[in-house]
């Protein structure tokens, strides 16, 4: 009898789960933080492109485009904090 997808999913979760994984270095509370800043960047930046797309008039517009190139400048701030390992 054929096997449904759903099992095969299934057999390919287990399967995955017991292949060992690759051991990344801990990451230290500043690094978390950066990290943390960086994702609550992202989420606001996509909040506020998404407004940006529905924004109808020009006043709203370029305050939403203000707002997007300050989160980029913050975001470029943060990935630049990480490549010279913080302050």
Do not use: F, N, Y
């Not at 390919?12 to 994984?21: H, N, V």
């Amino acid at each position: 009898m054929a096997r449904g997808w759903e099992s095969k999913a299934v057999e390919d979760q287990q399967a995955e789960a017991g292949r060992p994984r690759s051991a990344a270095p801990p990451l230290t509370a500043a690094e978390r933080e950066r990290r943390q800043a960086a994702d609550g960047v992202r989420l606001a930046l996509a909040d506020a492109t998404a407004q940006l797309q529905a924004a109808c008039r020009p006043v709203h517009r370029d305050m939403l485009r203000q707002r997007i190139a300050a989160l980029e400048a913050r975001l470029a701030e943060l990935a630049a904090d990480a490549g010279h390992g913080g302050r």
